[in-house]
């Protein structure tokens, strides 16, 4: 994908800003990664409550997970 559009010269001036699109394999694995994470924080039980963070600290990493193509879309669209 990145390669074509380097290769093309589509993809200068952008800064990389286009790598999270609303179809993009990269934006889905986010997504993934999110409800994974959230799935292990519903089921992390005594075992993380002795961690750092805990399950609270998982709900953090999967909401920032989440939210990251989004803000990286509209940094896209304001610069």
Do not use: K
Not at 21 to 49: H, K, Q
């Amino acid at each position: 994908m990145l390669e074509g559009a380097a290769a093309s010269g589509d993809w200068e001036g952008n800064h990389g800003f286009r790598l999270f699109e609303p179809d993009s394999e990269l934006t889905a694995l986010f997504y993934l990664g999110a409800v994974v994470v959230w799935g292990l924080a519903a089921f992390a039980g005594t075992t993380m409550g002795r961690r750092a963070g805990g399950p609270i600290g998982l709900v953090a990493l999967g909401l920032a997970l989440f939210v990251f193509p989004t803000m990286w879309r509209t940094m896209d669209v304001a610069f």
